[in-house]
């Protein structure tokens, strides 16, 4: 069974730095890995897909990155703002279903003034 | 932009209840979504529609059931409410998968319902 792992499980960091988020899977033969936002008490906002295909995926100050063969996915953000403190989710489909998300625990992120 | 609405944001009903979850999305998507989400167990797929009429169980169906007469709409149903349902629910919606190696469309979510069941 697909497992999803995202360490740190929290995170907090001065405004202005540059960080990683980590996203592991136990089952390479992902379909696509999405990472999601989600802010205290509401639904989840996609941020960004990437395709079992592609090796990484760039929106904004966000860049996320996949690696089948090892089992991992890193979203980057660049120059950190207190807007972006939230909790941020990955989830993988895996091959074949191309419809159930596994998703990870989250990291919750707080970006400080 | 893609919008999906769940008709409540926060919802009290008492055990035994059979309780409405209803969640509709505007962007005519064929596949629609309902999650529970929990503090340390993340978000677990309940139920989950790829057409009208049609449901497929996710990993936590019991207790229980979906309906999907229309394609914007998609309704689930706690049957006879427990304490244990009490719980934060999130529906989503997404279009279907395109054709070529790993192409899929991303899942859309509403802003969740939080249930209580007392």
């Known amino acids: 069974k697909q497992e999803v792992t995202q360490i740190p499980a929290a995170l907090s960091v001065p405004e202005g730095e540059n960080l990683v988020l980590n996203c592991s899977f136990t089952?390479?033969?992902?379909?696509?890995l999405q990472w999601f936002r989600q802010d205290p008490g509401k639904g989840l906002t996609s941020l960004l897909l990437?395709?079992?295909?592609?090796r990484e995926q760039t929106s904004g100050r966000l860049n996320a990155s996949l690696d089948k063969s090892s089992g991992r996915s890193t979203l980057y953000i660049a120059a950190s703002q207190p807007g972006d403190s939230a909790t941020y989710l990955c989830?993988?489909?895996?091959?074949?279903?191309?419809?159930?998300?596994?998703f990870g625990s989250g990291t919750q992120l707080t970006v400080l003034p | 932009d893609v919008k999906v609405t769940q008709s409540s944001r926060y919802l009290v009903k008492r055990t035994g209840e059979k309780v409405f979850l209803e969640c509709v999305q505007d962007?005519?998507?064929?596949?629609m979504f309902w999650y529970r989400q929990d503090p340390g167990l993340g978000l677990r797929l309940i139920y989950f529609?790829?057409?009208?009429?049609?449901?497929e169980k996710g990993d936590i169906p019991e207790g229980y059931s979906v309906s999907r007469e229309k394609k914007e709409r998609f309704s689930l149903i706690l049957e006879s409410a427990s304490t244990n349902q009490t719980s934060m629910y999130l529906c989503?919606?997404?279009?279907?998968?395109?054709?070529?190696?790993?192409?899929?469309?991303?899942?859309?979510f509403g802003d969740g319902t939080r249930l209580s069941i007392l």
């Open positions: 989830a993988v489909i895996l091959g074949g279903s191309a419809r159930q998300l596994t």
């Open positions: 990437i395709q079992s295909s592609q």
């Open positions: 529609s790829y057409d009208v009429k049609m449901k």
């Open positions: 989503a919606s997404s279009l279907p998968a395109t054709s070529g190696q790993g192409g899929n469309q991303p899942q859309h």
């Open positions: 089952d390479s033969a992902i379909y696509n």
């Open positions: 962007m005519d998507h064929e596949n």
